[in-house]
């Protein structure tokens, strides 16, 4: 998720959709904190998004609401600010909430004994999260700057195709760590998608509570900028 649904969460659920595997049991979707609903993506976005192999047809911009992180198994925001305003929204939902690239530094750094936890479904997904909250709590911090991915907006085109860059980086060492859960669990059927996606300034995964195998991503933007990260 990130603020607007413009940019930043909308070229994290994109890409990410392009560099999972064919019949991946993940679906990718976007909100912001601050998002207006609107058909069609901005300009700019799409053409980064297109010379890194996205596909920019059919987006939908989306708020985040307080049911689309109590929904999502994941909310990954862009930022610490998206992560906060997301906990802020469903507080319950605390343990479920990161930043992009935080998710990715602590489940790559150490939930190997989450990969084949939890019951059918969801479940195994939900051991890794919870493996990567638990970790949290006993790493050594990292400057926000780490975790964080700038906001584009209103800046030159140079500084969106960067921050693409970024985005696609992280995504795509998601993309393999959740081909690689799906390999370990043997959860890989694909899950259809339930309700609207998160909003745009980062990204959330959510899995279907009524039993389908599959888990769905979420990339949130903009709700208000004390909602989601």
């Given at each position: 998720?990130?603020?607007?649904?413009?940019?930043?969460?909308?070229?994290a659920?994109?890409?990410l959709?392009?560099?999972?595997?064919?019949?991946s049991?993940?679906?990718?979707e976007?909100?912001?904190?601050?998002?207006?609903?609107?058909?069609?993506?901005?300009?700019?976005?799409?053409?980064?998004?297109?010379?890194?192999?996205?596909?920019?047809?059919?987006?939908?911009?989306?708020?985040?609401?307080?049911?689309?992180?109590?929904?999502?198994?994941?909310?990954?925001?862009?930022?610490?600010?998206?992560?906060?305003?997301?906990?802020?929204?469903?507080?319950?939902?605390?343990?479920?909430?990161?930043?992009?690239?935080?998710?990715?530094?602590?489940?790559?750094?150490?939930?190997?004994?989450?990969?084949?936890?939890?019951?059918?479904?969801?479940?195994?997904?939900?051991?890794l999260?919870?493996?990567?909250?638990?970790?949290?709590?006993?790493?050594?911090?990292?400057?926000?700057?780490?975790?964080?991915?700038?906001?584009?907006?209103?800046?030159?085109?140079?500084?969106?195709?960067?921050?693409?860059?970024?985005i696609?980086?992280?995504?795509?060492?998601?993309?393999?760590?959740?081909?690689?859960?799906?390999?370990?669990?043997?959860?890989c059927?694909?899950?259809?998608?339930?309700?609207p996606?998160?909003?745009?300034?980062?990204?959330?995964?959510?899995?279907?509570?009524?039993?389908?195998?599959?888990?769905?991503?979420?990339?949130?933007?903009?709700?208000?900028?004390?909602?989601?990260?």
């Open positions: 998720m990130c603020t607007g649904n413009v940019h930043r969460s909308v070229l659920e994109r890409l959709a392009a560099r999972l595997p064919a019949g049991a993940v679906r990718a976007s909100a912001g904190t601050e998002a207006w609903r609107h058909s069609g993506m901005e300009d700019s976005t799409r053409a980064v998004l297109e010379e890194l192999g996205g596909d920019g047809a059919g987006f939908t911009a989306r708020r985040l609401t307080d049911r689309r992180v109590m929904e999502a198994a994941l909310v990954l925001g862009l930022t610490r600010e998206h992560r906060e305003a997301a906990v802020r929204l469903a507080p319950s939902a605390m343990r479920r909430c990161f930043t992009l690239k935080e998710f990715v530094r602590l489940t790559a750094g150490g939930t190997e004994g989450a990969w084949d936890g939890g019951s059918a479904g969801a479940g195994g997904f939900d051991a999260v919870a493996a990567a909250a638990a970790r949290r709590g006993v790493t050594t911090p990292v400057p926000a700057a780490e975790d964080d991915i700038e906001d584009p907006l209103g800046m030159p085109r140079h500084v969106l195709a960067g921050c693409a860059q970024e696609d980086g992280a995504v795509s060492r998601l993309a393999g760590l959740l081909d690689t859960w799906c390999e370990r669990t043997g959860r059927g694909r899950m259809p998608v339930h309700g996606a998160l909003a745009a300034h980062g990204a959330a995964v959510r899995a279907d509570r009524r039993g389908s195998t599959g888990v769905e991503i979420a990339c949130v933007e903009g709700v208000d900028r004390a909602r989601l990260a």
